[in-house]
């Protein structure tokens, strides 16, 4: 049996720790954006749109519509509609962003229609997860797909089911965020927490003002003592977002991803000596199916036979040594097995076990 490694390793030899802005380590805490949903009609689609007998929900959005611009539909009407499509709109509000100013949102269909492609999204407003209403959507939709089919033959180029509306949404209400509101108090939050990190930031931002301004109150959020007034605040969080701040070395750690076979180290994990065998163990089993037929005029019926024979193979496999005091000796190490992904998957479980292993196990 011919044996293939697969091993992805997605990372390169380790490199010095570098400085990095505080703006790409942290945020500051309220500073964010909010998911807005909504739920709309796309309309003026070519005999694309929902089959309203499979997805009555559309022609009951419609019916509501076109009853709130003063149209009434008779009850029990049958509209048979492959115009309108029912849409779900997402969209994130930046924060600080206030009434009429626009930001972009996604359409994608929840009925059956084929395209949304050439669809106008009717006023659909965006709640957020109060219930409040924060903005409104409307606009052409932008879709990327294409498709066409005829003679039962089709063709179809990426997604259609949903498209974007770049600027389609309005902002009606502004998310209220205080910031500084005690006493010009501010908390910078770290994206990971990090003990020595945090350490290093503090010590950088108050080596940087000369004074006590931070303070750790744990592994990821930092106290700031912030000015009070706005625009010296604004200078404040200005001047600390680019602080550069050299952050500690990430732990050891193996990501195995146990759906796609892939497996990555990073530069941190080592391998203490142990010794692996490693052989592949195969279980065939073969069923072949026959007829056994009577004799003529012997009075005995056909029967079907099946013959089973199972067979099980195991690969030899010597021990080996494996050993690395680095990330391109651990690497050469695992290679040296000859193992598949998912084989090495159950060789580093079991190194990790026998403590060979210096990382964390990360399954994902």
């Not at 108090?185 to 931002?205: C, K, M, N, P």
């Not at 037929?293 to 089973?308: A, H, I, K, Y």
């Amino acid at each position: 049996m011919v044996r293939s490694l697969a091993l992805v390793l997605g990372c390169l030899v380790a490199l010095p720790a570098q400085a990095e802005r505080l703006r790409d380590l942290a945020g500051f805490a309220g500073v964010r954006d909010n998911a807005l949903v909504g739920y709309g009609l796309v309309v003026g689609l070519d005999g694309t749109g929902d089959q309203t007998m499979q997805a009555p929900f559309t022609g009951q959005s419609l019916t509501n519509m076109l009853s709130q611009l003063g149209i009434t539909v008779p009850p029990g009407t049958n509209m048979q509609l492959r115009n309108v499509a029912a849409v779900m709109v997402t969209a994130d509000l930046p924060p600080f962003a206030r009434p009429g100013q626009r930001f972009d949102v996604v359409v994608s269909s929840v009925g059956n229609a084929d395209s949304l492609r050439g669809g106008t999204l009717l006023m659909t407003p965006l709640k957020g997860a109060d219930g409040d209403t924060y903005a409104i959507a409307q606009g052409n939709l932008l879709v990327g797909g294409a498709g066409a089919s005829a003679g039962g033959a089709s063709v179809q180029i990426n997604q259609q089911a949903g498209g974007r509306i770049s600027g389609g949404a309005t902002v009606e209400r502004e998310v209220p965020l205080a910031l500084g509101a005690n006493g010009g108090l501010l908390e910078l939050e770290l994206d990971s927490s990090d003990f020595g990190t945090a350490q290093r930031v503090v010590s950088a931002i108050n080596r940087e003002f000369g004074r006590p301004v931070a303070a750790a109150r744990n592994g990821r959020v930092i106290a700031l003592d912030g000015p009070r007034d706005a625009n010296a605040r604004v200078n404040f969080m200005a001047r600390i977002e680019n602080i550069e701040v050299t952050p500690t070395e990430a732990p050891a750690r193996v990501v195995l991803n146990s759906r796609t076979g892939s497996i990555v180290l990073n530069g941190a994990v080592t391998l203490r000596q142990a010794a692996v065998a490693h052989g592949n163990l195969s279980i065939v089993i073969d069923t072949e199916v026959g007829v056994s037929q009577p004799n003529p005029f012997g009075g005995g019926e056909t029967v079907v036979v099946e013959d089973t024979e199972i067979s099980i193979q195991q690969q030899p496999g010597t021990l080996k040594v494996v050993e690395g005091a680095n990330l391109l000796d651990v690497v050469d190490a695992l290679n040296s097995l000859g193992a598949t992904p998912n084989d090495l998957m159950s060789i580093l479980e079991a190194l990790k076990a026998a403590g060979s292993l210096r990382a964390e196990l990360e399954i994902i």
